[in-house]
Every structure is written in structure tokens, then in C-alpha cells.
């Protein structure tokens, strides 16, 4: 049985991680063991309770506690809710509810990069890439599209921030990821990876060329948005590789050229 808490105090302490905290608060960068995500919507909510992360409160919609929401309740007996009707549930947090749910999770410890590459064959890293949206929308793909891991440099948003869990739809928890300690990727190299710099230079590799398809171990490095890759990243690389472009078109958004390369490069012996 749930605890079903009527909202009637905005300034209630329990309601600081919907309404008053951010993002990076909440990662809680010098006691990470300490960090709280907020899961948005019931799909990203049953996903992140199915990868096994820990509920630590309820923000929803009145409607939904007998109504869409139920069943995810029932996967949470003992979780305090907290609930209110929808204008007042937008008044407080500032913006609307998609689908009229949130959730406080518990972070988990991240695995290492060691961990998360033993026996992967497809890998992406994202360098720098900044803009949630694109997070999420790349892990998206990633799952979709048969890489096996997704690995993050220190200038990356979060995937558990909000925006990028819900973009996602909840692959987050679907995929195994965690970040690089630095920018260099000389640790990928030495697990026995070949790198692909995801880069338009007239010297670059075209995404089809089969020397690709007949390695082993590949990592994909996308850049972040706007610039891309360094230079002394993709003379760093094995490969240099680029999408072929018609009608001028000079690129793509990195979250749509992130879904024509792993369509491409992705790992084919996986389970559908």
C-alpha cells in the first residue's frame, strides 16, 4: 500500500527534489552515492524500476494514482506520493507533467569502463556533447540499433538528467553506459577497440566501407554539437568516417547521423 500525500504545503522539504533543486544538485557531484535522477513519464518510470533503481518518492497527477499510474504504484508498495490536481501540479513544479508522473530514483554506483566493454564488440563515446536531447536521443539509437555500450567524456550531459531519460523513452536503463575518466581514449585502444571518428574531412572513409564491418572491436566517437570532433581526435583515430551527403547538405544533427551510423555499424549478431 502506497502513502497517498494530498499536496498542500509548496514549500514542504519533501518536495524539494521536484520543484527546487537542479539537475546538478541533484547528481550530488562530491557524494554521488548521495544522488537522486528524477524518471518522467510511466514508461521511463517501469523502465528504471525493471533495471532494478530504487524509488524514493511520487509526484503525480491526481487522476493517475487509480488511472494510468496504478500499475506502476503496485511496483513501489510503501513509496510515498505525493499528488494534487494538474494545475496546481504545474503551478509548483513550473512547467507540465508529461504524462502526469515523476519519480525520485536513487542513482546507482556506475561500472567501469573495463566492465562495461568486457566482451562488446560495438561501442559508442560521445565527446562533449552537451545537449540533453542529444544524450537521450543517442542512447536511443545506440539500443535501437545494435551498439552494445555507450561511454561518456566529463563534458557530457548526464543521461539520467530528466530531459535525457525522457527523450530516451527509458533506453537509458536499457543499455549499459558510464563515463570516461578524462578525453583521451587511450584506455578504449588498450581493451583492443579500433576507433571511428564520426568527422566530414575529404580523406574520411565512407560509413559503408566493409574494412569497417570486418573489425572486431569498434568504438564510434561523435562529437558535440556545433564542432564536432577535435583535431587531435580524429588524427588519433584508426578511422576517420563520414556519411555521404547530397543537396549541399553539409551535416547532420549528431543525434540524426548518430542513428545512420550504428544502423550501419552496429553490432549484427545481437539478439532482436
Not at 48 to 71: F, N, Q, R, T
Not at 193 to 218: G, Q
Not at 220 to 242: A, N, P, Y
Request: proline share 4%.
Amino acid at each position: 500500500m502506497n502513502r497517498i500525500i494530498e499536496i498542500s504545503d509548496f514549500l514542504a522539504p519533501e518536495l524539494d527534489v521536484y520543484a527546487r533543486l537542479t539537475e546538478v544538485q541533484l547528481l550530488n557531484r562530491e557524494f554521488p552515492e548521495r544522488g537522486l535522477f528524477i524518471a518522467e513519464s510511466p514508461k521511463v518510470i517501469e523502465r528504471a524500476l525493471d533495471a532494478g533503481y530504487e524509488p524514493v518518492s511520487c509526484l503525480m497527477e491526481k487522476k493517475h494514482i487509480d488511472g494510468e499510474g496504478k500499475p506502476i504504484l503496485e511496483k513501489m508498495k510503501g513509496v510515498p506520493v505525493f499528488c494534487a490536481e494538474f494545475d496546481v501540479l504545474t503551478q509548483l513544479t513550473g512547467f507540465k507533467l508529461t504524462r502526469g508522473m515523476l519519480c525520485a530514483m536513487k542513482r546507482k554506483k556506475l561500472s567501469t569502463v573495463k566492465e562495461i566493454c568486457e566482451n562488446k564488440s560495438r561501442i559508442v563515446i560521445l565527446d562533449k556533447v552537451m545537449n540533453p536531447t542529444n544524450v537521450g536521443a543517442i542512447i536511443r539509437s545506440a539500443a535501437a540499433l545494435g551498439m552494445d555500450a555507450v561511454l561518456l567524456t566529463p563534458g557530457c550531459s548526464d543521461p539520467l538528467y530528466r530531459r535525457a531519460a525522457r527523450v530516451s523513452m527509458g533506453t537509458v536503463f536499457q543499455i549499459e553506459w558510464t563515463f570516461l575518466s578524462d578525453d583521451t581514449f587511450d584506455e578504449i585502444k588498450s581493451l583492443g577497440f579500433r576507433t571511428v571518428a564520426m568527422a566530414l574531412k575529404d580523406n574520411s572513409l565512407s560509413i559503408d566501407d566493409p574494412r569497417l564491418s570486418e573489425e572486431e572491436r569498434l568504438a564510434v566517437i561523435m562529437g558535440t554539437e556545433g564542432d564536432g570532433l577535435s583535431d587531435k581526435t580524429i588524427s588519433d583515430c584508426d578511422f576517420t568516417v563520414k556519411i555521404p551527403m547530397y543537396n549541399g547538405v553539409d551535416s547532420l544533427n549528431v543525434a540524426a547521423a548518430s542513428a545512420v551510423a550504428f544502423y550501419q555499424l552496429g553490432n549484427k549478431n545481437r539478439d532482436i
